[in-house]
Structure formats: structure tokens, C-alpha cells
């Protein structure tokens, strides 16, 4: 008699997790913990503590529903339902697609007007120009960056003040403001209706979108907008530029940044809290005796005050933005004015 194979008994979400991060080894899996809720790390890392070892079958089959998903996930947030779905059957069969796009579902809030954000942005511009321009922020607080900030800099420039100030100061939104916008697109676009309070718009998705328009257009929204609200103005370009994003800078432009900055106090301070990426990139850029020097007094800080390494940082930081202002250094961003010559 044939003996019948058992199927291995299916994973909990924890024990996924735990197979996928102990395969992906401590490096990869400490940059992932970093993201999840302290009750998730906890979870999580209990059961990597208690897993012996993990069964090459066992491995393949979490890899493999790791990439369907994140392959679902992308499909939906380029093309939302409709697409993800179509895309998928025709790789995987109907069968298989929709166990994947239902599970994914299953713990994914669509965000309000997810189905304009596979839209192609000529179209939305020229559906939305004659629009009230709180309704127009309130589109572009939900959209995905890169898309916002071509809509926003085909705006007329007044306008892209009017709406970037609007999305900046915008917080929450009540579904029933939501479902009538909504409801005027969905004649066009065929929308889906969210149910519940959606957090959109707030400094962060302004600073998203002016980190991706064309240098002009950024000017001319901080300029304007300097005038009707200078202290929103001044947290917009506090946000706009972090210290981390030193990483991004070329080695000239680096260079350059350290002629600036007190290299005895502000940057041992400032790079207390600092990824270690970080602090390779500007010794790299730094004298090999400077350089020792930098460690050694970073060292011999010991513990500060979170507050005084965030003034060092804040210095730094302005003292990039007033040489990218002079033109001394550029910092990578959308549009057309990346290209040197």
C-alpha cells in the first residue's frame, strides 16, 4: 500500500516572518525589525530564538509566497485591483491569483483614490485643473509622490503654492469629504469608496513631493509661501533636506560640506546617532589622520543630550542647503535641472 504524504502544516504570520528573516541573515533582517512595532519584533524574534533549523522546503515555500506577494503589492499600486488581478492570472493562473490578491486584501486598506494613481497624469492634470484647489490637494495628498509632483508643477504657480500650503496644513480627512471628491471621479475612473478616517497630506507628503519637482518649482512654492506662512515655510526646509541624506551627496559636494562645518564639535556630535553608512561616507571623504580624529572624538562625546546632537545636525544641515542656494553643491532631485554639464 502507497503511503499517503502528509502536507506540511501551514505557517503562522510570525513563523513566516521568522523563516524569511533567518534566511535573509542578522545583517539584512536588523534593517527589516526596524520597521515593525515593538510587539512584532518581540513575537518574532522569540520564535527565530526557538527555531533549531528550517527545512529547505520549508524556506522555498515562505520565498515563494514573499515574492508572489510583494509581486501582488506592486502590481496593485501601479495599476490597482482590476490590474493586479489581470497581470496575475496571466502569470499564475485565476485560481492562484486570487488566493494571493485576497489574502494580500485581506490586510491592505486600499488608500482612497488608489484607482487615479495608476492613471496617467496628462489625463488627471486636465481633469482637475478647473477644480477648487482644496480639492486638488486633497487629490494630490493621496497620490504617489512622483506622480503629485508632476501634477503639481503643471499647475499655474499660483496655484502651486495654494494647493502645496493646502496639502502641508492638511491632516486628517472625514470619509464623507473623501467619498464626494471621489464620487465626482467616479464617473471617469470607475473609484473605489474607502470607508473610515484616511491620515493623508501633512508636512511629510509636501516635502515628498517638493524633494521630486523641478528645482523652479520648489523655488517658487517656499518663496511664495515664505510670505503667507513663514514658520510652515521654515519646517518645510528643515524636513526637506535631512542630515542623513548627507549619504546622497557626491564626494565633491561632501567635500566641500566639511570646509563648513566645525569638525571638532558639530560633527562628532552630530554624527553620535548617525548610520554607519554615513559615517563611512564622510571619513571617505576626509584626511586618513582627520579621519581617526573624527572616531576618536565621537568616542570621547560619550552620552549626550538627543537634543544637542539634533542642533549639530540642524547646522550641518543648513549650512548644505546655503551652499546648494549659492550653487556651491547640487542635491539630486526631480525634474530637469539634475542634468550637469
Known sequence: MTPVLKQPAP??????????????????SSKVLKHLRDEEIERIALQIATTARVETETKDRVFEEFHELCMAQEYLASGGMDYAQEVLEKALGPQK???????????????????????????LINFIQGEHPQTIALIVAFLHPDQASVVLSALPPERQVDVAK????????????????????????????????????????????LNRVDRATEKNILEMLSVEDPDLTDEIKRRMFLFEDILYLDDRAVQRVLREVDLNRDLPMALKTASEDLKRKIQANMSKRAAENLLESIEFLGPVRLRDVEEAQTRIVNQVRRLEEEGEIIIARGGGDEIVV
Open 11 to 28: 505557517l503562522a504570520g510570525h513563523e513566516k516572518a521568522a523563516v524569511l528573516l533567518i534566511s535573509l541573515g542578522p545583517e539584512t
Open 166 to 209: 493646502r496639502v502641508a496644513i492638511m491632516d486628517r480627512t472625514s470619509p464623507e469629504v473623501i467619498h464626494e471628491v471621489e464620487s465626482v471621479l467616479e464617473k471617469k475612473f470607475a473609484s473605489l469608496v474607502t470607508r473610515g478616517f484616511a491620515a493623508a497630506g501633512g508636512i511629510g507628503a509636501v516635502v515628498e513631493v
Open 97 to 123: 491569483a486570487h488566493d494571493i490578491v485576497s489574502r494580500l486584501t485581506s490586510t491592505l486598506q486600499l488608500r482612497p483614490f488608489e484607482f487615479v494613481r495608476g492613471t496617467d497624469p496628462a489625463q
